[in-house]
Structures are given as structure tokens and as C-alpha cells.
């Protein structure tokens, strides 16, 4: 894949492209508001396939930097990024993928329980659509892992504290960093997919917020990250 590729340094293009469109934004050259250029200009701009444009653009929108407008383009959140204490940073090793776990467990739990008391029935019916949006990209083996954000963010955006939101925000893609993982294990045999059984622990917890039962939220996030966290350690033996 293009956007796997790595230059002498070890950054993908994709990595590679996302850090100066960031920069572009964090230094004004375009501003809150502003159209970023079309997908063609921005393939000749940088000398990349289309699809590392694409997962660059991904990338910042899951960083909250960017909105898409399907038909109309891409174009700057008017909202800050919020980023204070957690820059971006590549998940090359095992072990930094369970230091992230470890942190998000002792947010998303609690994150589940309470959306689970708070959470309206619109945003209720969010949490069930991301659901079903991911478990329809894993029966098409597409990649799921912003699929899999916006799930997670849908439940940070159901406890009505918008700080949950921020923190999954501050993590930004690498809240799912299988993608980079993946790309540093290549040589190391292939990353196991287990988007049947995340998809099936997702619906689990859509369906705990839905009853509004608190306790089997919370319980059923907990072994929704565990399990990740127990994936990755099989890994390290």
C-alpha cells in the first residue's frame, strides 16, 4: 500500500503528509473556515497517491482538525484542537500499544456507564449507527479503524462531558493504533483481524447503553479494552 511506504527517517507518507497539512493549519496558512485543496491538487502537491491523501485527510479529521462535506470538500474545524499534554506520536512497539489501552480503560469505562445514564435518544441511535457502520466495513474487509473512532467518540459525546470527548481527541487516531502497529510488524508476520469479534463486543455496549443499564456498560467496555489488551500480549510471546 502507499501509504505504508517509509522513507529514510521511518515515517510513512502518510504520516509524512498529515504532519504538514497540521503545520499548514497550526500556522495559519489555513484558517478555521477554510477549504483545503482538492484531492487532485493536493496528489500533485505532495507526489503521493490518492490513497495516502486519503488516509492523511482521515487521520487529521480524526484529530478534530478538519471536517469533510461529502460533495462539497474538506474544509478546517472551527473548533481548537484542544491538544495540551498528548502530541501525536507513532505506535511502533507492543508495549506502547498497551500503555494506551491501559489508559483508555481508565477513562472509557466510566465514559460507558455514564452515557449510559445520560445519553439522549439521538445519541443513543449515533452509538448504534457507528456500530453498524463498522461491522458493515469488517463483513466488506474494509479498514475499520476510523470506523471504530467514531464509535468510541459517539460514547465519549453520550456522557454529556464534553471532556471525555477531548481526551479521546487528544489521543486522535492513535486512540486505534492498530494501523501503525501493523505497518512496524510487517516483518514479523501478519497483525491478527479480529473485526468480527470487536464488532460483536461493539454491539454489546451499544445495546447496554440503549437499556440504559449503567453497570453492564461500563462492565462490557471493560472487556471490550481488556480483550484488546490481551490480543496484543499473545503477541509479545
Same mark, same amino acid.
Given at each position: 500500500m502507499a501509504g505504508k511506504k517509509r522513507n529514510s527517517g521511518g515515517i510513512s507518507l502518510t504520516?509524512?503528509?498529515?504532519s504538514e497539512l497540521r503545520d499548514s493549519i497550526r500556522?495559519?496558512?489555513?484558517?478555521?473556515?477554510?477549504? &483545503?485543496?482538492?484531492?487532485?491538487?493536493? *496528489?500533485?502537491?505532495?507526489? *503521493?497517491?490518492?490513497? !495516502?491523501?486519503?488516509?492523511?485527510?482521515? @487521520?487529521?479529521?480524526?484529530?478534530?482538525? !478538519?471536517d469533510s462535506r461529502h460533495g462539497v470538500g474538506v474544509f478546517v474545524n472551527n473548533r481548537p484542537s484542544h491538544r495540551t499534554g498528548l502530541p501525536p506520536r507513532a505506535i511502533s512497539k507492543i508495549s506502547e500499544m498497551l500503555e494506551e489501552l491501559?489508559?483508555?480503560?481508565? *477513562?472509557? !469505562?466510566? =465514559?460507558?456507564? %455514564? @452515557?449510559?445514564q445520560r445519553r439522549s435518544p439521538a445519541q443513543e441511535a449515533k452509538i448504534r449507527e457507528k456500530s453498524h457502520d463498522f461491522d458493515a466495513l469488517s463483513q466488506k474487509g474494509a479498514v475499520t479503524w476510523e470506523a471504530d473512532f467514531e464509535f468510541h467518540l459517539a460514547i465519549a459525546r453520550a456522557t454529556n462531558n464534553e471532556r471525555f470527548e477531548l481526551f479521546l481527541r487528544e489521543l486522535g487516531r492513535?486512540?486505534?493504533p492498530r494501523e501503525s502497529l501493523r505497518s512496524s510488524l510487517k516483518n514479523n508476520g501478519p497483525l491478527p483481524n479480529r473485526d468480527t469479534a470487536l464488532s460483536q463486543e461493539h454491539q454489546k455496549i451499544a445495546e447496554a447503553i440503549s437499556r440504559r443499564d449503567s453497570e @453492564?456498560?461500563?462492565?462490557?467496555?471493560? !472487556?471490550?479494552? @481488556?480483550?484488546? =489488551?490481551?490480543?496484543?500480549?499473545? %503477541? &509479545?510471546?
Open positions: 504520516q509524512k503528509v498529515a500556522s495559519g496558512k489555513f484558517l478555521p473556515g477554510d477549504k &483545503l485543496p482538492t484531492e487532485p491538487l493536493l *496528489v500533485e502537491e505532495f507526489g *503521493v497517491s490518492r490513497t !495516502v491523501i486519503r488516509e492523511s485527510i482521515a @487521520a487529521l479529521r480524526a484529530d478534530g482538525m !478538519v491501559e489508559l483508555r480503560n481508565a *477513562v472509557e !469505562v466510566e =465514559a460507558a456507564a %455514564l @452515557a449510559a492513535h486512540t486505534i @453492564a456498560a461500563g462492565a462490557t467496555m471493560r !472487556v471490550h479494552l @481488556a480483550g484488546s =489488551a490481551e490480543r496484543y500480549r499473545l %503477541l &509479545l510471546q
